[in-house]
């Protein structure tokens, strides 16, 4: 069973920029397709960026798109969120995912079974 351990949230103005890192361990992590997901309170989860094994395959919500880049780096057992530009809406708690491929809809937060306990992102106005 992998284990996944988020880092890097806090408290940042508007149009500033954080980095978040998810370590993994317990598991072969090139076997996983990993992913990031976020929850506003008195909201549902929200996909933000889903990352395949090799990095050959990256897809990303709307509300995030070409502001947040997800990377990988299998020999360090981690993947990485970087946050560009952010917005007040983008204040949440961001979770990171793990599940074996194949999986079916890598945007769905149904596929993944193992998830951080997450960190917390505040972007003030």
């Known amino acids: 069973q992998v284990q996944l351990v988020e880092s890097g949230g806090g408290l940042v103005q508007a149009g500033g920029s954080l980095r978040l890192s998810c370590a993994a361990s317990?598991?072969?992590?090139?076997?996983?397709?990993m992913a990031w997901f976020r929850q506003a309170p008195g909201k549902e989860r929200e996909f933000v960026a889903t990352?395949?094994?090799?990095?050959?395959?990256?897809f990303y919500g709307d509300s995030v798109k070409g502001r947040f880049t997800i990377s990988r780096n299998n020999a360090k057992n981690t993947v990485y969120l970087q946050m560009n530009s952010l917005k007040p809406e983008d204040t949440a708690v961001y979770c990171c995912?793990?599940?074996?491929?194949?999986?079916?809809?890598?945007?769905?937060?149904?596929?993944?079974?193992?998830w951080g306990q997450g960190t917390q992102v505040t972007v003030s106005s």
């Open positions: 995912a793990a599940e074996r491929l194949p999986i079916n809809n890598v945007k769905r937060d149904s596929s993944y079974d193992h």
């Open positions: 317990g598991g072969t992590f090139s076997n996983y397709q």
């Open positions: 990352i395949s094994s090799t990095s050959a395959y990256i």
